[in-house]
């Protein structure tokens, strides 16, 4: 399976951008790149996922680069309540998909 | 009510005992799938099932079995239960297309 490559965590400011980002240089032609985040003590929820285009939606966007190595999350203005680990995986859409450890989120007021 | 729901939430137990975590949901997919959560560790894929007929074993199947019993249920078991099988368990569903994974709120099981 091809991998990603995230930092363990980032911290920023509540109201401020955050970028996420992701390396998977070994992607595949028909992989998807997802994102999903898990809050303290829930279960992971879905965010946003992509194949080559930049996708947005009410929760973020994803900006993926040409070659499709690398993409990043965009969280146009964090909240307190963005704070989380962040999941970029890469599959096939309705597919089993592998978790890796994720990068965490610290949101300061 | 949850869409997806897991039994029991928490559950204690002994080494060696037949344990069962059960999921149950009401958003009619056809694709169920078990997780395990260990500290630092990430998610890890322990068995999927595309439909009623069909099961897949993930990245860390030994150890465990599984029974889709109907379209909406699909049942976890440890036979023969192991400490190191303690972790926060998550089933999950998604449809075939559209990539979106819904998951539960997690069994914790803690194995003396």
């Known amino acids: 399976d091809a991998k990603t490559t995230q930092p363990n965590s980032m911290e920023s400011n509540e109201e401020e951008p955050v970028h996420l980002p992701c390396n998977h240089s070994?992607?595949?032609?028909?992989?998807?790149i997802h994102w999903y985040r898990q809050l303290p003590s829930q279960g992971p929820e879905y965010v946003i996922h992509?194949?080559?285009s930049n996708v947005n939606n009410r929760m973020a966007s994803l900006a993926i680069a040409e070659d499709r190595k690398s993409s990043t999350l965009i969280l146009h203005r964090a909240t307190l309540r963005d704070a989380a680990v962040y999941y970029c995986?890469?599959?096939?859409?309705?597919?089993?998909?592998?978790f890796g450890k994720g990068t965490s989120l610290l949101v300061t007021p | 009510d949850a869409d997806v729901t897991q039994t029991p939430r928490n559950r204690i137990t002994k080494t060696g005992k037949r344990i069962m975590l059960e999921c149950s949901q009401t958003?009619?997919?056809?694709?169920m799938y078990w997780y395990r959560q260990d500290p630092g560790l990430g998610l890890r894929l322990i068995y999927y099932?595309?439909?009623?007929?069909?099961?897949n074993k993930g990245e860390i199947s030994d150890g465990y079995s599984v029974s889709r019993q109907a379209q909406a249920k699909f049942s976890l078991s440890l036979e023969s239960a192991i400490p190191n099988q303690t972790a926060l368990y998550f089933c999950?569903?998604?449809?075939?297309?559209?990539?979106?994974?819904?998951f539960g709120e997690g069994s914790r099981l803690t194995v003396l």
């Open positions: 999950a569903t998604s449809e075939a297309n559209t990539g979106e994974l819904f």
């Open positions: 070994t992607i595949s032609g028909t992989d998807y």
């Open positions: 958003k009619g997919h056809d694709r």
């Open positions: 995986i890469l599959g096939l859409a309705g597919y089993a998909l592998n």
């Open positions: 992509g194949l080559t």
């Open positions: 099932s595309f439909d009623v007929k069909d099961i």
